[in-house]
């Protein structure tokens, strides 16, 4: 192979690993070829580069800028996630190791802005103790949460525990492999135990996922008017029935991987009812004032 030929390969090697900075740059100048090209087979699989670049032509219409808000580096993919300056357009990558893309979604929906500055009554502590919480899906925007775009959802968390980019250690198919799996979950604030699911199997393997009991073992506590649901809870863990008076900081069970979830992790939210799937969901006041989205550590330094 000649010198010319092996300078390309590296040039072509420098310009994939640098991607995920430039993505939003090279789609504004129109390189959706190049773009393209990084996709990963089981992406191109999924559109064809005629769709991609018709979809971000219309997209990129009026933007002039992107700014990256977020990024989270889990299980060797590299999300990143941009917004246009007034938040009206954004963009997630989601880029392997090597800068390849694994996935690419936009999204131009202004979200319900008024809607998210109401804040819950109740001031709520982190519902876990300990180090490497990490915000799976959290935020105002379907790009960082994509419990958004469901209002009985909008303002829910998904939260896993990490450690130097991974939420397991070992064999990912077990549920003791995953740092999370087993921790103690904790009452968020005072209040009175309503419900409690405590006998849905925790799925295994893990990636298997029980759609017909989306929650899987939860425990909903009353707060006055607003009530907090800790789901996906490990299967006989719960501590706590309903009628329990319980205090911030009690222990109401243990982090599992029951119901409709693809790894151990904590789904937590605040609603206006006792119902998941028939409330809306409230933005939560966070103690100690933090707004935690997508691919930050919880507690926030």
């Known amino acids: 192979?000649?010198?010319?030929?092996?300078?390309?390969?590296?040039?072509?090697?420098?310009?994939?690993?640098?991607?995920?900075?430039?993505?939003?740059?090279?789609?504004?100048?129109?390189?959706?070829?190049?773009?393209?090209?990084?996709?990963?087979?089981?992406?191109?699989?999924?559109?064809?580069?005629?769709?991609?670049?018709?979809?971000?032509?219309a997209f990129l219409k009026g933007a002039g800028s992107f700014e990256q808000v977020a990024r989270m580096q889990l299980n060797g993919g590299d999300t990143r996630i941009w917004f246009t300056p007034d938040k009206a357009k954004g963009i997630a990558g989601v880029f392997n190791e090597q800068g390849g893309i694994q996935g690419l979604q936009i999204n131009g929906h202004p979200g319900w802005p008024e809607q998210d500055k109401k804040k819950t009554a109740v001031t709520y502590k982190l519902p876990f103790q300990g180090e490497d919480w990490l915000v799976l899906w959290g935020g105002t925007n379907v790009l960082l949460n994509y419990h958004y775009e469901y209002e009985s959802q909008r303002y829910a968390y998904d939260i896993v525990q990490a450690k130097d980019g991974y939420s397991y250690s070992g064999d990912p198919t077990r549920n003791e492999s995953y740092y999370a799996f087993g921790k103690e979950i904790l009452a968020p604030a005072d209040g009175v135990v309503v419900s409690i699911v405590n006998d849905i199997p925790d799925n295994e393997p893990v990636g298997v996922m029980n759609e017909k009991a989306p929650a899987g073992n939860v425990v909903v506590i009353q707060h006055g008017?607003?009530?907090?649901?800790?789901?996906?809870?490990?299967?006989?863990?719960?501590?706590?029935?309903?009628?329990?008076?319980?205090?911030?900081?009690?222990?109401?069970?243990?982090?599992?991987?029951?119901?409709?979830?693809?790894?151990?992790?904590?789904?937590?939210?605040?609603?206006?009812?006792a119902e998941l799937f028939q409330s809306h969901a409230i933005p939560i006041q966070w103690a100690g004032g933090i707004e935690p989205v997508k691919g930050e550590f919880m507690p926030i330094k």
Request: proline content about 4%; aromatic content about 8%.
């Open 225 to 273: 008017g607003e009530y907090s649901y800790l789901a996906h809870l490990k299967k006989g863990s719960v501590t706590v029935k309903p009628g329990d008076r319980v205090r911030a900081g009690d222990v109401i069970g243990h982090l599992g991987n029951s119901g409709n979830s693809s790894e151990p992790h904590l789904h937590f939210q605040v609603s206006d009812g």
């Open 1 to 57: 192979m000649s010198n010319s030929a092996d300078a390309k390969i590296e040039e072509n090697k420098e310009r994939a690993i640098s991607l995920p900075d430039e993505l939003p740059q090279e789609l504004l100048k129109g390189r959706y070829e190049d773009v393209y090209g990084r996709f990963s087979d089981d992406f191109k699989e999924q559109v064809h580069l005629a769709e991609f670049t018709e979809a971000m032509q």
